[in-house]
């Protein structure tokens, strides 16, 4: 039997909609890559009335970050919010709950990022941002783990 990893996404804008989409669109691919079933359980929106140009059933949006950040069963976050404080300060409580980070939010990366780090580390859990990086190229696993015995600065 497959794994199931639960996810839930703070923000459905612009990125988060083509989150969605991409998502809904390579299922069978990222399942079979990852050997493990992904679910979008919960999607943190500004609003449930707004009319959105992506079809998303309305029981899995929520208006209350606390449906994310409470739910034992989700397990990744995804933020894409964006801004400094509201993104850091959910961030943080999802990593001091267990949740493994996934962000494209440079600015908090920039201003907060030893510290999630630091809690993340703390709390046996990864931040991932590749993607508030060079626009997605994956430079920063391979600047990590590939050359790992090079200084960089």
């Known amino acids: 039997m497959k794994k199931s990893v639960k996810v839930g996404l703070l923000g459905l804008g612009n990125v988060g909609s083509g989150v969605w989409e991409i998502f809904g669109e390579n299922n069978e691919k990222i399942t079979r890559y990852i050997d493990a079933d992904i679910e979008i359980k919960k999607i943190l929106v500004r609003s449930l009335d707004k009319v959105r140009n992506v079809s998303i059933p309305k029981e899995i949006m929520t208006t209350n970050v606390e449906e994310i950040l409470n739910d034992p069963e989700i397990e990744i ?20 709950k267990g949740k493994h980070i996934v962000t494209a939010n440079k600015a908090v990366i920039a201003t907060h990022g030893t510290e999630l780090f630091s809690l993340a580390s703390q709390k046996g859990v990864e931040v991932r941002f590749e993607g508030s990086v060079g626009g997605g190229i994956p430079i920063i696993s391979t600047l990590t783990r590939s050359l790992v015995a090079n200084q960089i600065d």
Do not use: C, H, S
């Not at 976050?77 to 001091?96: H, P």
């Open 77 to 96: 976050v995804v933020e894409l919010i964006g801004g400094i404080d509201t993104a850091f300060d959910y961030m943080k409580r999802a990593i001091e």
